[in-house]
C-alpha cells in the first residue's frame, strides 16, 4: 500500500496495529475520525462490534476501505468503497485438497478453526468441510476451536487425547499451524499439517520437507496494492467494483521458492 500510494504523491500519515483486539481497533478509529483525513485502509477484527465505529468514520467524511470483510450492516457505496480480500473460500477448498492428499482412506482429520466472529476464517472452514464432504467423504473432520494464537497446545493436546487416530491437521492461518506444529513436536506426533498463508516460517517449514505438506497462499502484497488503487480512484471520483477477490496460490515443497518470491514480490533467501 505505501509503495503504491508513493507512487502517485499519497501520503500515508500512519499505520495502527490493533493486536486483532475490537476495543482497540474502535477506540483507534474513533480517534482518526477526528483527524479529516482522506481516506482510510481497515481490516476490521470482527464482525458487529466494530461496525458503528467503521460507520462513524465513513460518516465523518473519510474513505473507507475494507480488507477481508465488511461489518455487519454496513452497505457499499454508502459506508464504505470497497472490500479488498482473498478468496477465502478458494483459499479453504486449496488447503482440504492439499492436505487430504496425505489422509489415507477412512483418516480423520483435526480442523483448528478461530472461535471468533470472524468472516475470513469462517469462510475458510466451511469451504475446507465442503471440499471434503465432496471429493473425500470417507474423512471424517473434528473440529477444535482456539481464541488465542498463544494458547494453542492445550486445544491440541486436548483434540489429540480424545482422538489419538488423528492422520493429519488443517489451521485456518499460519500462526496457529505454527503453534500447533509445535505442540505435536513436543510430543512426538508427526502428523502432516496444511494451512493458509505463506509466513517465513511455515515456508521454511514447507522447503525443509517436515509435517507441512501444504499451503493455500493469499497475495497480500498484491491485495494492498489493489486496496490502494481502490482507495485512489475513489478519491478521483471514480468508482471502483465494492467487492474485489483475489485468487489464492497453491504451495508445495515443489514450488515454495517459486510461489514465496511470487507472493511477497522480494527474493527467496537461503537459511
Keep these: 500500500m505505501a509503495a503504491t500510494f508513493g507512487n502517485y504523491s499519497t501520503a500515508v500519515v500512519e499505520v495502527v496495529d490493533c493486536g486483532f483486539d475490537p476495543g482497540t481497533q474502535n477506540r483507534a478509529l474513533e480517534r482518526l475520525a477526528t483527524q479529516r483525513l482522506s481516506g482510510v485502509i481497515s481490516i476490521p477484527v470482527s464482525n458487529i462490534t466494530v461496525a458503528d465505529a467503521h460507520r462513524a468514520l465513513s460518516e465523518s467524511g473519510t474513505r473507507l476501505v475494507l480488507l477481508d470483510n465488511a461489518p455487519t450492516g454496513l452497505r457499499p457505496g454508502r459506508d464504505y468503497v470497497s472490500v479488498v480480500s482473498c478468496d477465502n473460500f478458494g483459499l479453504g477448498q486449496g488447503a482440504a485438497e492439499l492436505l487430504c492428499a496425505h ?34 467423504p470417507d474423512i471424517v473432520v473434528k473440529v477444535a476451536r482456539f481464541t488465542d494464537v498463544q494458547l494453542i497446545a492445550p486445544v491440541v493436546d486436548g483434540m489429540m487425547a ?49 509435517p507441512i505438506k501444504g499451503v493455500s497462499a493469499q497475495r497480500p502484497y498484491d491485495q494492498g496494492v489493489t486496496a490502494a488503487i481502490a482507495m485512489l480512484q475513489s478519491l478521483v471520483g471514480r468508482e471502483p467494483p465494492t467487492w474485489i477477490a483475489l485468487p489464492g496460490l497453491s504451495v508445495t515443497q515443489a514450488n515454495v521458492v517459486e510461489a514465496y518470491q511470487a507472493i511477497w514480490h522480494s527474493p527467496c533467501r537461503a537459511s
Design 103 to 136: 489422509i489415507p482412506k477412512g483418516g480423520t482429520i483435526g480442523m483448528l478453526t478461530y472461535g471468533i466472529d470472524f468472516f475470513a476464517t469462517h469462510e475458510r472452514e466451511i469451504a475446507f468441510r465442503k471440499w471434503v464432504e465432496t471429493n473425500r
Design 162 to 210: 480424545s482422538h489419538p487416530a488423528l492422520a493429519g491437521w488443517f489451521a485456518v492461518w499460519d500462526a496457529p499451524a505454527m503453534q500447533a506444529l509445535a505442540a505435536l513436536r513436543a510430543r512426538d506426533w508427526n502428523v502432516p499439517i496444511a494451512t493458509v498463508d505463506l509466513g517465513n516460517e511455515v515456508a521454511i517449514e514447507l522447503a525443509a520437507g517436515g
